[in-house]
């Protein structure tokens, strides 16, 4: 098949990137690098199946120009950070929302078979119930969650408007290798780079907030499962993480314990941000039951590779954290 990814230097982009092309796909990598990272995909760079094109989604002309014969779109560029969101909410939903418009108007208008989009854990705001289920109430506290659920109710419409077969997929905190030591959202790579720096982790408001954090692998698998459905899930929207939840405390602790630090360090409370959600967690009944989803990495099995990994791992940009 001939897939775009946009958003494919990024985090979990670059890892589908790479999976498809050793799968024997055609893959087109669209990116912008405000999130993205060109060493995520430089390995591919050589490989005549793989296709980079710098630009935005926000260019209509320009994904026009790489639509022909697609057979899939998975959409994964957006602006990410809640932080940021908050600060620059405009900048927000003209990439998420108009963005997302574009890669939908590109399906219609050049009928691409098969479109998945990347949404949010983030959309259901602080949760009203445990686990939380596709039919929660969508109440996202700041920008970027807002201009995830207008992106969603958006897929939702070209779905039952014009027939577009487009999937909403909902993970829940993913990590792992590859994934930025900064911003919002990325608390275990944050963390494990100031442990490894002997600094102590730097936790918002109590610490009592939780998460359900997905390993990478189980992130790629969920998108790879919605890829390849042999039956119709067109319209969908489906939650992915492993349904088990831990305190950011129990979290940070966990990483020092897994450095060999206890002892010497303990994690620094600092004011809690704005938008800051209570608790997540995911309810996957519904992957399991329409794609056969189980996850394969508990948090202690994930942070242990992640952390085997992060250990070797120095970018450029490596410096001591503050």
Request: include cysteine; charge should be positive; glycine fraction near 10%.
């Given at each position: 098949?001939?897939?775009?990814?946009?958003?494919?230097?990024?985090?979990?982009?670059?890892?589908?990137?790479?999976?498809?092309?050793?799968?024997?796909?055609?893959?087109?990598?669209?990116?912008?690098?405000?999130?993205?990272?060109?060493?995520?995909?430089?390995?591919?760079?050589?490989?005549?199946?793989?296709?980079?094109?710098?630009?935005?989604?926000?260019?209509?002309?320009?994904?026009?120009?790489?639509?022909?014969?697609?057979?899939?779109?998975?959409?994964?560029?957006?602006?990410?950070?809640?932080?940021?969101?908050?600060?620059?909410?405009?900048?927000?939903?003209?990439?998420?929302?108009?963005?997302?418009?574009?890669?939908?108007?590109?399906?219609?208008?050049?009928?691409?078979?098969?479109?998945?989009?990347?949404?949010?854990?983030?959309?259901?705001?602080?949760?009203?119930?445990?686990?939380?289920?596709?039919?929660?109430?969508?109440?996202?506290?700041?920008?970027?969650?807002?201009?995830?659920?207008?992106?969603d109710r958006m897929c939702f419409a070209y779905n039952r408007t014009y027939g577009i077969n487009v999937n909403i997929v909902r993970c829940f905190n993913v990590y792992?290798?590859?994934?930025?030591?900064?911003?919002?959202?990325?608390?275990?790579?944050?963390?494990?780079?100031?442990?490894?720096?002997?600094?102590?982790?730097?936790?918002?408001?109590?610490?009592?907030?939780?998460?359900?954090?997905?390993?990478?692998?189980?992130?790629?698998?969920?998108?790879?499962?919605?890829?390849?459905?042999?039956?119709?899930?067109?319209?969908?929207?489906?939650?992915?993480?492993?349904?088990?939840?831990?305190?950011?405390?129990?979290?940070?602790?966990?990483?020092?314990?897994?450095?060999?630090?206890?002892?010497?360090?303990?994690?620094?409370?600092?004011?809690?941000?704005?938008?800051?959600?209570?608790?997540?967690?995911?309810?996957?009944?519904?992957?399991?039951?329409?794609?056969?989803?189980?996850?394969?990495?508990?948090?202690?099995?994930?942070?242990?590779?992640?952390i085997g990994w992060f250990k070797n791992y120095r970018s450029e940009e490596w410096e001591k954290p503050g």
């Open positions: 098949m001939r897939i775009l990814i946009t958003g494919g230097c990024g985090f979990l982009g670059s890892h589908l990137c790479e999976k498809y092309v050793n799968e024997g796909h055609t893959v087109v990598a669209l990116d912008n690098f405000m999130n993205g990272n060109l060493n995520n995909v430089r390995g591919l760079l050589a490989n005549k199946k793989f296709k980079l094109t710098s630009g935005d989604v926000r260019n209509f002309d320009l994904l026009e120009k790489i639509a022909s014969n697609l057979d899939v779109i998975i959409h994964l560029a957006a602006q990410i950070h809640v932080d940021r969101s908050i600060v620059e909410p405009k900048l927000t939903y003209e990439i998420n929302v108009l963005g997302t418009l574009n890669v939908l108007e590109i399906a219609r208008k050049y009928d691409i078979n098969k479109i998945i989009h990347a949404s949010s854990s983030e959309v259901y705001g602080s949760a009203q119930y445990i686990p939380i289920n596709e039919k929660h109430p969508l109440d996202a506290p700041h920008p970027y969650g807002a201009s995830k659920i207008a992106a792992g290798p590859k994934q930025k030591e900064t911003g919002y959202g990325g608390a275990i790579s944050i963390f494990a780079k100031r442990v490894l720096a002997d600094l102590p982790p730097i936790l918002y408001g109590t610490g009592k907030q939780t998460r359900d954090y997905m390993y990478i692998n189980d992130a790629v698998m969920a998108f790879d499962l919605v890829f390849k459905a042999k039956t119709d899930i067109g319209g969908e929207v489906i939650n992915f993480g492993t349904g088990k939840e831990i305190s950011i405390n129990d979290l940070a602790n966990l990483i020092i314990r897994m450095y060999g630090k206890e002892g010497r360090l303990m994690p620094v409370h600092v004011a809690q941000r704005p938008g800051e959600i209570s608790r997540l967690c995911a309810d996957i009944t519904k992957a399991n039951k329409l794609l056969g989803f189980k996850p394969k990495y508990n948090i202690e099995m994930g942070l242990k590779e992640f």
